[in-house]
């Protein structure tokens, strides 16, 4: 059973707030990931990073921001959300080739 | 990253096999294929990998022919709990995976 683990799961705020969503993994696994979900549509990758000090931006542009200081930590940061960020954001974690570990998602309501 | 192209929607029966063909024409010599499973409201999870011929595990089937232009993924006796989005992926290596808009699969009593 893969170990990551994303805070909050559920989350309503205000436009103009600065909020994060955690993500953390206890497999020692050193490449991260950051993927938005609308209901019923694609996955799109948002950020990744190989190890930590090493982030990417992903296919989908996005105005939140990440940061990798600790191998098991890869937070997520909008500065300031708008109702456009509302979505499921879903983490994820890998060591081998092709299978990424997903945690639990955070679906995230911008107000 | 090699494009993939699966059939949107597919409906079976509890009991019957299910079977979920993804084109692949521009795979590279080094690229894997992935397939994951995707229940409302969680992340994917991962089902199968192969490189070629057949692959089997404790879940599901995993086809592909000498050319690794298509691969097709088997779901014996299905269940209502596979009723699920299915997506096939080209694994390059690169860490970047694209998931597609999958196959939805809906199984019914």
């Known amino acids: 059973e893969a170990d990551i683990y994303q805070t909050p799961r559920y989350l309503v705020i205000g436009t103009g707030k600065k909020i994060t969503l955690e993500c953390s993994q206890t497999m020692g696994h050193d490449k991260m990931y950051w993927y938005q979900q609308d209901p019923g549509m694609e996955l799109h990758l948002i950020h990744y990073?190989?190890?930590?000090?090493?982030?990417e931006k992903g296919d989908l542009s996005s105005e939140s921001t990440v940061s990798r200081i600790r191998t098991e930590h890869f937070p997520l940061t909008l500065e300031s959300a708008r109702p456009s960020h509302t979505s499921q954001y879903l983490c994820?974690?890998?060591?081998?080739?092709?299978?990424?570990?997903f945690g639990p998602g955070t679906r995230l309501t911008v107000l | 990253l090699a494009k993939t192209t699966q059939p949107i929607s597919m409906d079976s029966y509890e009991g019957q096999e299910v079977n979920i063909t993804c084109s692949h024409n521009?795979?590279?010599?080094?690229?894997?294929i992935t397939w994951y499973q995707q229940f409302p409201s969680q992340g994917p999870r991962f089902i199968i990998q192969?490189?070629?011929t057949k692959v089997t595990n404790e879940v599901a089937s995993l086809f592909i022919p000498a050319d690794r232009k298509s691969s097709t993924l088997s779901l014996p006796r299905v269940s209502l709990s596979d009723t699920a989005v299915y997506y096939c992926?080209?694994?390059?290596?690169?860490?970047?995976?694209?998931f597609g808009a999958g196959t939805t699969v809906t199984v019914r009593a």
């Open positions: 192969g490189y070629k």
């Open positions: 990073s190989y190890g930590v000090n090493s982030t």
């Open positions: 992926l080209v694994d390059s290596n690169d860490y970047k995976l694209s």
């Open positions: 521009n795979i590279a010599t080094n690229d894997y």
């Open positions: 994820a974690s890998s060591e081998a080739l092709g299978e990424q570990f």
